[in-house]
């Protein structure tokens, strides 16, 4: 019955519950945030563990591989250190 008086969508009283629906919607937004980011910081912890077995059992049994990128940055490095041998050699 007083519920048809009363104005919540207007004025200070409107303002008001704006703002409180507001601060539900950030603090759920908020709360989403964390358990991404929780949730990434596990996969990542869980892959590094895998992948730091993984590659120490390959170790253990006598072999190594090196990425291609890695592989490549080493296959460059080898060739400016040839560069910077033969231009020592001339001189």
């Known amino acids: 019955m007083?519920?048809?008086y009363l104005n919540l969508s207007e004025g200070t009283t409107?303002?008001?519950f704006q703002h409180i629906i507001q601060n539900v919607d950030l603090i759920?937004?908020?709360e989403r945030i964390?358990?991404?980011v929780d949730k990434g910081k596990s996969y990542k912890e869980s892959f590094k563990e895998e992948s730091?077995?993984?590659a120490g059992h390959h170790f253990k049994c006598g072999g190594s591989?090196?990425?291609k990128d890695t592989w490549d940055k080493v296959k460059e490095n080898?060739?400016?250190k040839k560069e910077k041998?033969?231009?020592k050699k001339k001189n």
């Open 52 to 54: 730091q077995k993984s």
């Open 85 to 87: 041998d033969k231009v």
């Open 28 to 30: 759920g937004a908020r």
């Open 34 to 36: 964390k358990m991404d």
């Open 78 to 80: 080898l060739e400016k």
């Open 2 to 4: 007083y519920h048809s």
């Open 14 to 16: 409107g303002t008001f």
């Open 65 to 67: 591989r090196l990425g």
